[in-house]
């Protein structure tokens, strides 16, 4: 078997809010991809926080497990660069190359890719990245895999006139129409005869409530991915997925041996209709962004359960990044609202997570239920936080968490 090229493009911090997800953000060239490709519609992401959520999906492994437990420019690392996936395509003679943003490591050396066309510690420019990505797709030799990151939708969203939280919205659509403007040039630049694209987030939008929360606001991602293997055709699949599966997939695209680590699941039966879902639960956590916040959650199709594992009873203001809507959002009472410290909510009647049924009667054999199934999930990842609060390692750099900003 010819072995695929592998393109990830992914960026910072725009969860779903694209325009084949239906949001009212045109993004010509993503959706050109998901009507060529294959369409995941309910994707998550393992951590709603930059590095773990990236460590996630490239070890293959739920966050803690990797190691990354906060920010890799905070002072994070992770237990074994090994485990990242450029490492066992090199093993199947893959050439990996980045070009832009990763998160996984403080330096780009530490991961281990074989060429660095272009560094976000030598600029941020999205232009950079772009152009060093064509040049390589214009004369790179098969099989490889180049990962192609960008800063956009990261915060500051580019300057529009429009006032406070509109302001903020319009910078962000502004934001990632330069997004998908660069995505575009990169896929023009692909030979898609024998490519695999996987074009995807870390995590949800920078708004308060959304980035480092454990609603579908924070952990739900775009995923879009086409190519060979049954990767084509305008496919829509709703069934649910995380981030942890795109490792073991690839795996089995290959044809290579699964390596011992990986927890995910391979997508293949849903591409071939074998099967109605591969997952009946997925998991999601944080532990630190800016400040310490520990929280874990499950989520089925039906119900979702979160459960912080602190004793605050507020919001945790320096992990919601500044801007206007978190002035809005403090200037109109929220640092004083009370974050309860489980929450359970009917994702059925109640897609928005506002409505929490901790203490509904009609709820408690789904609570009991999550609450056991939880508990059960982090003894067997040997989740740290069953051994009480994470420390944070030596030399990092933590916020209080109750600073207003990081």
């Known amino acids: 078997m010819k072995r695929p090229n592998i393109l990830y493009l992914h960026a910072h911090d725009t969860g779903r809010w694209v325009q084949p997800y239906g949001y009212a953000v045109p993004t010509p060239h ?13 994707a998550f992401c393992a951590a709603p926080t930059c590095s773990p959520s990236r460590a996630a999906l490239l070890t ?24 990242h996936l450029v490492h066992t395509l090199r093993q199947h003679g893959y050439l990996t190359a980045l070009a832009g943003i990763q998160h996984e490591a403080a330096t780009d050396d530490a991961i281990g890719y074989d060429r660095v066309l272009a560094s ?26 180049l990962s192609v990151g960008y800063a956009e939708t990261h915060r500051p969203f580019p300057p529009v006139d429009a006032p406070g939280p509109d302001q903020d919205r319009a910078g962000f659509a502004a934001s990632v129409g330069v997004l998908d403007r660069h995505i575009g040039v990169v896929l023009n630049a692909v030979n898609p005869d024998n490519t695999l694209i996987i074009c995807t987030t870390d995590h949800g939008p920078a708004f308060p409530g959304m980035k480092c929360n454990l609603t579908d606001h924070g952990l739900g991602v775009m995923l879009i991915m086409r190519g060979p293997g049954g990767f084509a055709g305008g496919k829509v699949i709703d069934a649910m997925i995380s981030q942890i599966d795109i490792f073991p997939t690839l795996c089995e695209l290959l044809e290579i041996e699964r390596p011992a680590w990986l927890q995910g699941r391979s997508m293949f039966p849903l591409l071939r209709g074998t099967a109605p879902s591969v997952r009946e ?27 912080r594992f602190d004793d605050r009873a507020r919001a945790v203001l320096p992990n919601v990044d500044p801007g206007p809507s978190k002035s809005f959002w403090m200037e109109h009472g929220w640092p004083a609202l009370p974050h309860p410290p489980e929450m359970l909510f009917d994702l059925e009647l109640d897609p928005n997570e506002t409505n929490n049924l901790v203490a509904a009667p009609h709820a408690q054999p789904a609570l009991a239920d999550l609450r056991a199934r939880l508990e059960r999930w982090m003894r067997e990842t040997d989740d740290p936080l069953l051994r009480g609060p994470v420390p944070a390692p030596p030399g990092s750099q933590v916020t209080d968490p109750d600073a207003i900003d990081p």
């Open 281 to 307: 639960e997925l998991f999601g956590e944080v532990n630190y962004h800016a400040a310490y916040e520990p929280q874990r959650c499950i989520r089925t199709p039906h119900w979702k359960y979160i459960r």
């Open 60 to 83: 293959g492994q739920w966050a803690h497990r990797t190691g990354m437990l906060g920010l890799a420019h905070r002072g994070f690392a992770l237990n074994d660069c090994r485990q």
């Open 120 to 145: 976000k510690f030598r600029s941020r420019r999205a232009d950079d990245f772009t152009r060093a990505a064509c040049d390589f797709l214009a004369g790179a030799p098969g099989p490889f895999f």
């Open 30 to 42: 993503l959706q050109r991809l998901a009507e060529e490709g294959v369409l995941f519609r309910q």
